[in-house]
């Protein structure tokens, strides 16, 4: 038996010398797809069922291919190991299959190529992990409604420009961050729909010559459309770069979450205390408590950016049908779905244990904060906006002239900026009264906040769940 044999190669008769061990080594791919097997499994079965229904199997042999396929997966379930002759997931379990039930697994491959088979077992793989991803970022969220509720009615200041800015509610301060990731949410569903298209059965590029029925194949393996094009199903992977675009914005939003969050502990802001389960100490400051899971997870934005703009550039440069490059795409998208796996509940506990000092943050309000409050009511009184901006401007500049806080000024100072302020001014300094009045939906005012949280804990409730069609049994 000749090595090429050995190696049981899904092809090669038209070669007459062994494959150079360079490109055997750059060619293997086991190491990235094998953890596509379940789905490689999953798909073949169903295809042993699609040929006997072709009439290109009989009942007994497609029997036996389904039989020896539980098997195989039995096998890799209890941990079996690629041999070094095994080029992809793929090829390990053709060979695993032949050595299960003879040379009848032989026919198994008939009709369809890798191409379809890869392409078909990485949508599995999305569409499951879109599922995961989906109830990780609920968790996440569960935690941020938690803490959301405890800071309702607790002030903070908001920034701009990492400047102080107006009073805000901590809840809302917490659920700005909340909402990003349901909008996260919102996309992973979307990739997970648009993965849901059946390649299976378009061949290497000109689709099966086997009647074989794609819509038995779409029902059983859980997908809700058939590919129109066999030569764009083989090598389209915008279902990959969709996901990690999804991805990529969910890391975005962790990490603009992690970064607040790490300047809000800090010691110039004080406002969190972070627990010690999900931070680390210094191998030589003893007294250092370090957020290591925050800065991780703001790092991981930057590495899922990477992944993403991989795949955009791979798959710009290639024409059309199924071509090697698109052997990376897992690699990508197998690294940046991991990393999210780990760093969501990282952020979740982080988040968990953290305690905020209200009196911090309360005492980081300053009677500047409601400048608009002033210019408000210099409005309410008949003044145009423009006009009421520059003579709250004239009396901001005379606090910084004097030092003292807006309350500390005299009336005088108030109705000299400009003729309407009256002897209630001071009223509007209060920086509760200024919260209260920002009651519109989506608001920081109390009723406005009420309603956010029960919308916030309405959205992840499960029943949106991720859409996977209508899978048949065929176990």
Sequence with gaps: MSGEQRSHKLWGGRFSVPTAAALEALNRSIGIDYRLWPHDVRLSKAWAMALWGAGVLTLEESTAIETGLTRVGDRLEEGAQPEPSDEDVHTMIDRMLHEEIGDVASKLHTGRSRNDQVATATRLWTMEAAGELDKRVR???QVMIEQARKLEHDLMPAYTHLQRAQPVSGAHWMLSHFWPLERDRARIATVARNTAVLPLGSGAIAGSAYPISRVLLQGSLGFTSLSPNSIDAVGDRDFVAEMLFCVAMLGVHLSRLSEDLILYGSSEFGFVKFGEAFTTGSSMMPQKRNP????????????????????????????????????????????????????????????????????????????????????????????????????????????????????????????????????????????????????????????????????????????????????????
């Design 292 to 475: 290591d899971a925050l800065e991780l997870a703001r790092g991981s934005g930057a590495r899922t950016l990477g992944d993403l703009t991989s795949l955009l550039a791979t798959l710009k440069g290639l024409p059309s049908g199924y071509n090697k490059d698109l052997q990376d795409d897992k690699r990508a998208l197998f690294g940046a779905v991991d990393l999210m796996m780990l760093v969501l509940p990282a952020v979740a506990g982080t988040l968990g244990e953290i305690t905020f000092d209200r009196q911090r943050m309360s005492a980081a309000l300053s009677s500047t904060m409601m400048a608009t409050d002033l210019a408000d009511y210099l409005v309410g009184k008949g003044s145009t906006f423009r006009e009421a901006h520059e003579a709250v401007g004239a009396i901001i500049r005379e606090g910084e002239k004097r030092g003292c806080e807006l309350t500390e000024l005299p009336l005088e100072v108030f109705s000299s900026a400009h003729p309407l302020f009256g002897s209630d001014t001071m009223e509007w300094l209060d920086p509760a009264q200024s919260v209260a009045r920002r009651g519109v939906p989506g608001g920081t005012g109390p009723e406005a906040i009420k309603a956010q949280l029960e919308a916030a804990a309405m959205a992840i409730q499960p029943s949106r769940d991720i859409p996977r069609g209508n899978q048949l049994s065929i176990a």
């Design 139 to 141: 968790s996440l969220q």
